[in-house]
């Protein structure tokens, strides 16, 4: 299994797929959990994350589809490393730097 894998929208998926990291196209919650699950099964058959270091990276849109899911998925020590990050079709989000300088100086960058 290739140490990196990608779920999310198709715009994201083709992109890293061009890079060679394999990945899955997800359009709803019931697939998105599917997808999620058959990683993480799959890196438990393999001997847990020791054995079969996986980066899973899923989009923030995703994410936010399956945030239970993904917070038990997230506290499994056999698990693979979760990495939620903002995709081609995301919304662009306000990044902590950002919030520490409003809050603090008021200031909106």
Known sequence: ???????????????????????????SADEARTAVDAVVTAVRHAGGPVQQPILLLVTTATA????????????????????????FNDPPAESPVERFVNRVLGVHL
């Open 1 to 27: 299994m290739n140490p990196l894998h990608v779920i999310g929208d198709a715009e994201t998926v083709l992109a890293f797929a061009l890079g060679g990291v394999p990945g899955q196209v997800v359009h």
């Open 64 to 87: 936010a589809r399956i945030r239970a899911h993904l917070d038990g998925v997230m506290l499994d020590a056999r698990a693979p490393l979760i990495l939620e990050f903002p995709g």
